[in-house]
């Protein structure tokens, strides 16, 4: 709606510009109407570059014997002139009826180098329509933005210059990027401030993908990116830069000027950028009508509609014990969780039982049994309660989770079920999330970030594959627990995540690209005794303007973090034990082109390939905690501004009960009591 917009008010602006459904041709030459002398010659001249020209609305009735573009550099129309090549072709002209015609100057020869634009016939010398140029024509050229990236890098990402090269093209000069955001996109939208109502921009060295950054580093490279032509152009957004969708981040961005400031070439549709090869991909086994990615190469839900249910099969890069779920949304007009009717669907973790099981949500918690409360099954929701759905097949490979199944779509479980419309776009609701002991749906950790539609009886689409690799396999580091009888000190950075090797790994859940680091390792189980007072000194960030570099550090019972960005609904029940607090930023940066995934331990990545750096002066903040007897035995340390940055804290009374791990417990009960047996005997 917003690229519309901008479009036509391009239209109206002074005439110099024109953007129109049939495309945007550059600037008008000042006086650009051309003269209709014979032949019923007329049309509009547009200044592309200084090598091409457009006519806008040509005509000419295609008679003459031997009519031609021509252009001298005589005061007036002459025979002394270069034949101007038109859509391509140097022949003689047909006819035309308000066409635009594309003209291509000779080699060798500028726009300067003519005075007048005329209809000629070379064997009768006549003139059937002219237009003289102004002594100065103002020819759109690339327009330099200068360099992107904040003062302090965030995930190293910084451009030496960004040129707007047409108007759909931007190049990004001498780029870096270490490579460790989990879902980053070259992102773009209305607004000077980049958010999460953009989109992602086409990348012409993957094959004009919109896809998400594979986790590779480079430096000084030098990328080109298109706006979708289903999103308009550069007339229509404000910022082009580098976004974590996932975690909202900002990695660095640069405002595009105003429109009466961008006086830019149209785009060819060409590219002299080379493709990159194709990365191995899966498609999930499953044969259905359409498919809607809802999170880039992460999350995909394929269907078909009969007359009496729809099939669906939801495929998503998850482990076993991970819930997908889908369905209508609470509302009819947005996306909203509560009065979601959805289907929640797991691969139990042995991996061998697959479930499909009717959710109703009415509430923002986890289900409340014994009043049917929360995000609870149909069947636990209201006594009348039925599972209308009927769980189908499933596969796990190449470390993506398919699970089928079908549901009606009217049931006369009034209560908890919507009648699913195949006429008209419906609002959905998904999340992705963790399966309780107890076999219901936990908090989701993935959701929309904006209103999803779709509608379930249009005609068939696709979904491209998922990308697939050997990242799957990949050990995790062992990281030594922190805290022990007599240390009641820490210290905390922030650091690269890790990718798979590290928090990923750890944790079960996507990081944004760092992590809190503890006493120099990344995201240690901390254990603490009650009753005992611990000191935290921080090195978190204090630039609040600089979001993606400011992490105040706060203590909770909440698993995820971020208590910052919850809903007044979100933080009921959630407890901050100790902070926020920031401090100056120290940060382990990558030194170099280094890949975690190449790191058999994380002693070895951190002392190969990161340096602490932190700001000058350096001025930690310090925050002191004593768990008590009300304390819970697992609370967690995060970021108070993002999710998913640190991890757990085991609260003890004694630690020797925690001196060894849980397993290794176990094997000594085990052992000691087949010695008893024995001696007993």
Not at 489 to 495: A, I, K, N, S
Not at 590 to 613: C, H, I, Q, W
Request: with cysteine.
């Amino acid at each position: 709606m917003m690229a519309e917009f901008y479009k036509l008010l391009l239209v109206i602006y002074c005439g110099s510009i024109i953007v129109s459904g049939e495309g945007y041709y550059g600037k008008q030459i000042t006086n650009g109407k051309i003269r209709t002398l014979a032949h019923r010659v007329t049309g509009t001249v547009y200044a592309a570059s200084n090598k091409r020209l457009y006519i806008v609305g040509f005509s000419y009735d295609g008679t003459a014997p031997d009519a031609f573009a021509w252009m001298g550099s005589s005061d007036r129309p002459s025979s002394a002139g270069d034949i101007i090549a038109v859509n391509g072709s140097s022949g003689v002209l047909g006819s035309f009826s308000n066409d635009v015609v594309r003209l291509d100057l000779p080699d060798g020869k500028t726009l300067s180098d003519y005075k007048w634009l005329s209809i000629w016939c070379r064997r009768f010398t006549a003139n059937f329509g002219d237009l003289i140029f102004p002594a100065q024509i103002d020819t759109p050229a690339p327009v330099s933005l200068g360099t992107l990236g904040f003062s302090r890098r965030v995930h190293n990402v910084r451009a030496e210059n960004v040129i707007v090269l047409n108007h759909r093209q931007i190049q990004l000069v001498d780029l870096d990027y270490d490579g460790n955001g989990p879902d980053a996109f070259y992102w773009t939208g209305s607004g000077g401030t980049p958010n999460r109502n953009g989109f992602a921009l086409a990348d012409e060295s993957r094959s004009g993908s919109t896809a998400k950054l594979p986790r590779q580093s480079f430096n000084d490279k030098t990328v080109t990116v298109t706006v979708p032509a289903n999103k308009g152009d550069v007339f229509s957004i404000g910022y082009v830069g580098l976004w974590c969708v996932q975690f909202t981040q900002d990695f660095g961005h640069v405002d595009i000027p105003p429109m009466s400031e961008l006086n830019v070439p149209p785009f060819d549709g060409e590219s002299a950028v080379p493709i990159a090869p194709t990365k191995d991909t899966y498609t999930p086994p499953v044969t259905r009508d359409n498919c809607e990615v809802l999170i880039d190469d992460t999350y995909q839900v394929r269907w078909s509609v009969t007359a009496t249910d729809i099939e669906v099969s939801l495929s998503a890069r998850i482990f076993p014990g991970t819930y997908m779920a889908f369905g209508l949304s609470g509302s009819e007009t947005s996306t909203l969780m509560i009065g979601s009717d959805v289907t929640v669907a797991w691969l139990a973790e042995t991996g061998i039982k697959t479930n499909a099981v009717d959710y109703y949500l009415s509430a923002y918690q986890q289900c409340v049994v014994s009043s049917g409360s929360g995000a609870c099954t149909d069947e636990g929701s209201t006594p009348s309660g039925t599972n209308d759905v009927i769980v189908g097949e499933s596969s796990n490979e190449n470390g993506i989770i398919t699970i089928s199944y079908t549901k009606p779509l009217s049931t006369s479980d009034t209560n908890t079920d919507k009648v699913i419309a195949t006429d008209k776009d419906v609002f959905v609701s998904w999340s992705i999330g963790p399966i309780n002991p107890n076999g219901l749906a936990a908090k989701h950790r993935q959701q929309p970030s904006s209103d999803v539609k779709i509608n379930f009886g249009r005609a068939t689409s696709e979904c491209p594959a998922f990308t697939v690799g050997d990242k799957e396999n990949l050990k995790k580091w062992e990281i030594p627990k922190a805290g022990k009888e007599g240390k009641t000190e820490f210290q905390l950075d922030m650091g690269q995540a890790g990718g798979p090797r590290g928090y990923e790994g750890i944790t079960g859940q996507p990081g944004w690209g760092i992590a809190w680091y503890v006493d120099g390792f990344i995201i240690p189980e901390i254990t603490l005794k009650r009753n005992v007072t611990y000191t935290f000194t921080v090195n978190g960030g204090s630039d609040e303007t600089i979001q993606a570099s400011y992490h105040p550090f706060y203590i909770t019972n909440d698993e995820e973090g971020g208590y910052f960005q919850k809903t007044p609904e979100e933080q009921q029940g959630l407890v901050i034990y100790a902070g926020p607090v920031n401090g100056s930023l120290c940060e382990y940066q990558s030194m170099g082109a280094y890949n975690p995934d190449d790191f058999e331990t994380f002693e070895k990545y951190r002392d190969t390939s990161l340096n602490r750096v932190c700001d000058s002066p350096e001025e930690p903040a310090t925050v002191t905690w004593t768990p008590d007897a009300d304390t819970p035995d697992l609370v967690y340390y995060h970021c108070y501004t993002h999710k998913w940055l640190g991890w757990k804290i085991n609260i003890v009374d004694d630690y020797t009960d925690a001196s060894l791990p849980s397993t290794t417990i176990s094997m000594v009960t085990l052992i000691a009591s087949m010695l008893i047996a024995i001696i007993m005997m």
